[in-house]
């Protein structure tokens, strides 16, 4: 039951370009998305999040974008720095409980 | 910064051992969660936790699974008669506020079932 998808398994971006990791979500009954980032052997770690009211969220280098009628959000992160380097996992919430995509691999070439 | 810690970070266990895994959530939260990971899968949300008891749990969390918080502190998942199919990692969450979203997680408890 994949509620929440995340198409591309992986990207490969260059430093100083843009980012932008794709989700989409079937339940429209979700009240917030978020994005996890996750290093390995970390847990994850949040980075932005969105309420289902509203269409954009800016927190620095990272922009998220939802559009609710297409059931799909966005991340940008501009400029990608190495240390971006990580799996981004895209979930979303509902009730007592977050869902989460099967990530995507996000390499920034130097 | 205040944040969530797992022991053991690595378990190996015959099947049909059971196992206990322990998580400290930050101090003054008052939501847990246990997720899990099998390797190259998704995280996977198994049970929540709030005032004691569980708050909803997923299809994967059966009778062989449970969870406790014993002392006020830890936060305890335990799986008995373990089965290969239950190597994972597994993280420990915690929040103080249900619905803002955000949770904190643990580094990870490693589990593999022989």
């Known amino acids: 039951d994949q509620q929440v998808k995340q198409n591309s398994p992986s990207l490969s971006v260059q430093e100083g370009r843009i980012s932008i990791l794709n989700c989409d979500y079937t339940?429209?009954?979700?009240?917030?998305f978020l994005w996890y980032k996750k290093y390995p052997a970390e847990g994850p770690t949040f980075l932005i999040s969105i309420s289902s009211i509203k269409d954009k969220n800016e927190d620095g280098r990272f922009t998220v974008f939802l559009n609710k009628s297409a059931k799909h959000l966005s991340l940008h992160i501009v400029p990608s720095q190495p240390g971006d380097s990580a799996v981004y996992f895209c979930a979303a919430f509902r009730d007592d409980k977050i869902i989460f995509g099967k990530g995507t691999r996000l390499h920034i070439l130097p | 910064e205040p944040e969530v810690t797992q022991t053991p970070s690595h378990q190996v266990t015959q099947m049909g051992q059971e196992v206990i895994l322990r998580c400290v959530p930050i101090s003054n939260h008052l939501y847990f969660y246990w997720y899990r990971q099998i390797l190259g899968q998704k995280v996977e949300f198994l049970v929540s936790?709030?005032?004691?008891?569980?708050?909803?749990k997923s299809e994967i969390f059966d009778d062989q699974f449970s969870v406790e918080r014993p002392d006020g502190s830890n936060f305890t998942l335990k799986i008995r008669s373990t089965k290969l199919e239950d190597s994972a990692m597994y993280f420990c969450?915690?929040?103080?506020?249900?619905?803002?979203?955000?949770?904190?997680f643990g580094e990870g408890s490693r589990l593999t079932v022989l």
């Open positions: 339940n429209s009954m979700f009240d917030y």
């Open positions: 936790f709030y005032n004691n008891e569980i708050s909803e």
């Open positions: 969450a915690s929040s103080d506020i249900p619905g803002a979203g955000e949770l904190f």
